[in-house]
Each structure stands twice: as C-alpha cells, then as structure tokens.
C-alpha cells in the first residue's frame, strides 16, 4: 500500500508553517494542516478492491486556520471545494489522513466525545433522524446522547420549537415531514444542548425566505452575540455570509486560498461585492452582470 501523496507547499493553504491565526486569544477551533484523501470510487466488482487502494483524490491540502471565541467565520467556495469534508472532520464524522483538528482543546481525532459534547452540528443534506419517530421523541433521543434531563430537553424544545415556528410538526413522525420542515427541525438539534461551538452546513437550504431570515436574526442576535458562541458554517447565500461572519475563508479544490473580514476581501480583491471577491480571487472571468451590478 502506498500512503496518500504528499502535498507541496505551493499556496497559502498547503504549507504547515503558514498558519493562519485570529489575532483573539483561546481559540474555539484549530485546524493544522489538515488534510483528507480518498480513495477512487469503483462500481461492481472492482468495489471489493476499495478498502484495500491508496487514497489519491485530495479534498482537503493542508488547510490551516482558528476560530475564535465567539468568532464567526464562513467557509466559501464551490461545490467539491472542501467545505463539507472540512466540517465532517470537525465534527468527528470524517478521519482526516494528516494533520488535526481541536474543538475547545480537544481533538477530533484522540477525543471524538469530547469534542461531540461541546458542538452542534447541522448536515446540509444527510440530516440523520429516524424516520418513524415523531422530531420530540428524535428531539429527546439526541438531548439524552448530550446529557440533558428530561425537562431541559422539554423546556429547550418548547422555546425553539416555538422561535422556528415548528408546532404540531413536532408530533409528526419525521418521514411525513417536509424537507424545510426537516431542516428547521436539525437547526433545532443543532441548537438544544447551547454548546459553545456550532458547525453548521448550508443551515438556510431548503428554507423558504420568510423562515431563513428569521433563522439568520435569531442567529446572530440570540445565540452569537453576547454568548460567546463560535460559529463555523459553509454557505453559498452571499448575504447571509454579510450579515453573520466576522471572517470569510475562502476555499478552492480543498485549499484555502484567503482568509479575512468581508470588507478586507473586498479591499484585497479591489471588488464591491462578496461576489465580485469569490470571482477574482479563484480566478474565474466575472460575469458582466456582476462586474456592473455589486452588491
């Protein structure tokens, strides 16, 4: 067996001396030169051949990064550039083949139940509920796997079942429940047990509008403001990435190619928009539309 191929250093991303940290002290997050491969992907009965070859497709190479304490930062990029896999391996959910990951001071890898016990972790596709149980009963399964009594978990969802508006969907089982409904229903566990660090992947897909504005304000004004709550979520809605982030990284084919604040990115990019910076700086032509039009 051959190991997975080493990266050069040859961006800001795949070098493990070019670390970039947040100038706030006690990191909520730290991610050093992390790095994932995977093996090909085969169909018949070359699959039995899958366990056993090298990995050799990189989704992440060498990404290095901190997230504060009570620090918003957004993973950019597009579809494949790495956010899911990054947030996998945070979450514990994903081994990464070199490199570590620290949630609070532990790591992903050597303390997969510490690091579980102090994050919520939203999926953007794969939402993990069980489909013949009602979302209170999936809703207390879940706050009992994060040591919460009875009436925590009662009370907790009361109050945001009510904020996201959930109702009589809660006494549903979840497999009669639609796809918004799901996702609204996973913010909430997401939300139960007020852990410190929340991971949290396209948390507005499948909301209507009316539903992902409302999750964006109570988001950044009843759990990260004030609470020291971190945040670190992937997002392809430009202006949810304004309104919630602090910093944006910016991801491409698993690297991470910048790092800042909105307004830094845009003066680095000479752009207008959000936009206009995720074009310029992965290199793509900007659509007219764009360039004439800026956010």
């Given at each position: 067996?051959?190991?997975a191929?080493?990266?050069?250093?040859?961006?800001?991303?795949?070098?493990?001396?070019?670390?970039?940290?947040?100038?706030?002290?006690?990191?909520?997050?730290?991610?050093?030169?992390?790095?994932?491969?995977?093996?090909?992907?085969?169909?018949?009965?070359?699959?039995?051949?899958?366990p056993?070859?090298?990995?050799?497709?990189?989704?992440?190479?060498?990404?290095?990064?901190?997230v504060?304490?009570?620090?918003?930062?957004?993973?950019?990029?597009?579809?494949?550039?790495?956010?899911?896999?990054?947030?996998?391996?945070?979450?514990?959910?994903?081994?990464?083949?070199?490199?570590?990951?620290?949630?609070?001071?532990?790591?992903?890898?050597?303390?997969?139940?510490?690091?579980?016990?102090?994050?919520?972790?939203?999926?953007?596709?794969?939402?993990?509920?069980?489909?013949?149980?009602?979302?209170?009963?999936?809703?207390?399964?879940?706050?009992?796997?994060?040591?919460?009594?009875?009436?925590?978990?009662?009370?907790?969802?009361?109050?945001?079942?009510?904020?996201?508006?959930?109702?009589?969907?809660?006494?549903?089982?979840?497999?009669?429940?639609?796809?918004?409904?799901?996702?609204?229903?996973?913010?909430?566990?997401?939300?139960?047990?007020?852990?410190?660090?929340?991971?949290?992947?396209?948390?507005?897909?499948?909301?209507?509008?009316?539903?992902?504005?409302?999750?964006?304000?109570?988001?950044?004004t009843?759990?990260?403001?004030?609470?020291?709550?971190?945040?670190?979520?992937?997002?392809?809605?430009?202006?949810?990435?304004?309104?919630?982030?602090?910093r944006?990284?910016?991801?491409?084919?698993?690297?991470?190619?910048?790092?800042?604040?909105?307004?830094?990115?845009?003066?680095?990019?000479?752009?207008?928009?959000?936009e206009?910076?995720?074009?310029?700086?992965?290199?793509?032509?900007?659509?007219?539309?764009?360039?004439?039009?800026?956010?």
């Amino acid at each position: 067996m051959h190991a997975a191929p080493n990266t050069a250093c040859d961006g800001l991303s795949n070098c493990s001396r070019q670390v970039i940290k947040s100038s706030v002290s006690a990191p909520a997050i730290v991610i050093d030169s992390l790095e994932k491969w995977f093996p090909p992907t085969y169909s018949g009965w070359r699959a039995l051949l899958q366990p056993f070859t090298a990995p050799n497709s990189p989704a992440l190479r060498g990404i290095s990064l901190e997230v504060a304490e009570g620090e918003a930062v957004a993973l950019l990029g597009a579809n494949g550039a790495g956010k899911t896999t990054l947030l996998r391996v945070l979450a514990t959910l994903l081994l990464p083949t070199r490199g570590s990951a620290q949630v609070e001071g532990y790591d992903a890898v050597s303390n997969p139940a510490a690091v579980r016990r102090r994050i919520g972790y939203h999926a953007g596709r794969d939402l993990g509920f069980y489909s013949r149980l009602t979302g209170r009963q999936n809703l207390r399964f879940f706050g009992r796997l994060n040591h919460l009594s009875d009436h925590t978990i009662e009370e907790r969802t009361r109050a945001l079942g009510e904020r996201f508006q959930l109702g009589e969907a809660l006494d549903r089982q979840t497999r009669s429940l639609s796809s918004g409904t799901i996702q609204r229903l996973s913010l909430l566990r997401a939300l139960l047990h007020q852990p410190k660090v929340l991971l949290l992947d396209e948390p507005t897909r499948s909301l209507d509008a009316i539903a992902a504005l409302e999750f964006r304000r109570f988001l950044k004004t009843e759990v990260l403001a004030g609470h020291g709550t971190s945040l670190l979520f992937a997002s392809h809605s430009l202006p949810e990435i304004e309104l919630l982030a602090d910093r944006v990284a910016i991801l491409q084919e698993g690297a991470l190619i910048a790092l800042d604040t909105p307004a830094g990115l845009k003066a680095k990019a000479g752009a207008s928009s959000l936009e206009q910076v995720f074009f310029r700086l992965t290199g793509r032509p900007v659509p007219p539309d764009v360039e004439a039009h800026p956010a």
